[in-house]
């Protein structure tokens, strides 16, 4: 993945967030190689060089402040099958779902967005001594961030991260993030989210969009965007399933298969929560073909 052409990602004040992937390991991990100039915000830019973690030893490859953090040969199943499809329709994957998915969904085409984006209650946070982190796993080729910036509170500092196991997602993503000025910096990760790479208890807010009902394992995910949560913090997932007490056409069922062929049984995956945390859980539609669902560990 060529990102040479990018201003910054991750920085030397970002690495302590970040943990080695590697089951039973969990090691720190600490950069080895060239450093930009210090930015205003605070920080030296990551050039290029290596993550090396000082438990197993393990060295990640960093290329302009992106970090590789996945494993080889550790992604299997069905998120083998949908990895190379993510980097091949990369370039017009938020297209298609602008333009194909409202006539789908008709006569339901709009406030999709809007209806996740209320139950991350951005409105509620406020400075603090900590930085303020968001965490969408998944992220893709950064359709919510315009919407994450537009409801954020004015002047309130923030660092939104971005996680997904595609490299043509996160190029797209860095793509959008280098030109669209009003978006502010994402550090974006090459990593899959059964093995998080990051510390326990590190983000304000959670959430993924659109796949978890793809992933090899969901409970695996589903507990670790917990694990990387902080206490009382709401974890939002949103992915298909067609409403169940809607009325739909036999071409609204037909297109919602077609849309789901990949898993016989789409749908919001609330018995798959971590156990500590199903008191929390609430589900509610996004759309005609999507479920929100949310919920927060004690």
């Given at each position: 993945?060529?990102?040479?052409?990018?201003?910054?990602?991750?920085?030397?004040?970002?690495?302590?967030?970040?943990?080695?992937?590697?089951?039973?390991?969990?090691?720190?991990?600490?950069?080895?190689?060239?450093?930009?100039?210090?930015?205003?915000?605070?920080?030296?830019?990551?050039?290029?060089?290596?993550?090396?973690?000082?438990?197993?030893?393990?060295?990640?490859?960093?290329?302009?402040?992106?970090?590789?953090?996945?494993?080889?040969?550790?992604?299997?199943?069905?998120?083998?099958?949908?990895?190379?499809?993510?980097?091949?329709?990369?370039?017009?994957?938020?297209?298609?779902?602008?333009?194909?998915?409202?006539?789908?969904?008709?006569?339901?085409?709009?406030?999709?967005?809007?209806?996740?984006?209320?139950?991350?209650?951005?409105?509620?946070?406020?400075?603090?001594?900590?930085?303020?982190?968001?965490?969408?796993?998944?992220?893709?080729?950064?359709?919510?961030?315009?919407?994450?910036?537009?409801?954020?509170?004015?002047?309130?500092?923030?660092?939104?991260?971005?996680?997904?196991?595609?490299?043509?997602?996160?190029?797209?993503?860095?793509?959008?993030?280098?030109?669209?000025?009003?978006?502010?910096?994402?550090?974006?990760?090459?990593?899959?989210?059964?093995?998080?790479?990051?510390?326990?208890?590190?983000?304000?807010?959670?959430?993924?969009?659109?796949?978890?009902?793809?992933?090899r394992d969901p409970r695996l995910a589903l507990s670790e965007m917990a694990r990387v949560a902080k206490p009382r913090t709401p974890i939002v997932v949103?992915?298909?399933?067609?409403?169940?007490?809607?009325?739909?056409?036999?071409?609204?069922?037909?297109?919602?298969?077609?849309?789901?062929?990949?898993?016989?049984?789409?749908?919001?995956?609330?018995?798959?929560?971590?156990?500590?945390?199903?008191?929390?859980?609430?589900?509610?539609?996004?759309?005609?073909?999507?479920?929100?669902?949310?919920?927060?560990?004690?």
């Amino acid at each position: 993945m060529d990102l040479s052409w990018v201003r910054t990602n991750l920085t030397s004040d970002d690495v302590p967030v970040l943990r080695c992937p590697i089951a039973g390991c969990k090691g720190q991990l600490a950069f080895d190689g060239s450093l930009g100039a210090p930015l205003d915000e605070g920080g030296h830019p990551l050039l290029g060089g290596t993550l090396d973690c000082l438990a197993c030893k393990r060295r990640w490859p960093v290329s302009w402040g992106y970090p590789d953090l996945i494993e080889p040969g550790s992604v299997t199943g069905s998120d083998w099958l949908l990895r190379p499809i993510y980097d091949f329709i990369a370039p017009s994957h938020d297209a298609g779902v602008n333009c194909v998915l409202p006539l789908l969904q008709y006569p339901d085409p709009k406030g999709a967005r809007e209806r996740y984006i209320e139950p991350m209650q951005l409105k509620e946070l406020a400075p603090q001594a900590a930085p303020i982190r968001i965490l969408e796993v998944g992220i893709g080729a950064g359709a919510n961030l315009p919407l994450l910036h537009q409801h954020l509170p004015l002047d309130l500092p923030v660092e939104i991260w971005g996680l997904d196991f595609s490299a043509g997602m996160l190029l797209q993503c860095a793509w959008r993030t280098e030109w669209w000025y009003s978006v502010p910096r994402v550090r974006l990760v090459l990593g899959d989210a059964h093995k998080l790479p990051f510390q326990d208890n590190q983000f304000d807010r959670v959430f993924h969009v659109g796949a978890i009902n793809g992933y090899r394992d969901p409970r695996l995910a589903l507990s670790e965007m917990a694990r990387v949560a902080k206490p009382r913090t709401p974890i939002v997932v949103v992915d298909e399933e067609l409403d169940p007490e809607g009325e739909h056409a036999l071409w609204h069922r037909i297109a919602f298969d077609a849309l789901t062929w990949f898993d016989s049984n789409p749908r919001a995956p609330r018995d798959l929560v971590p156990e500590e945390c199903r008191a929390s859980v609430k589900v509610t539609r996004v759309s005609r073909f999507y479920y929100c669902l949310t919920f927060s560990k004690p």
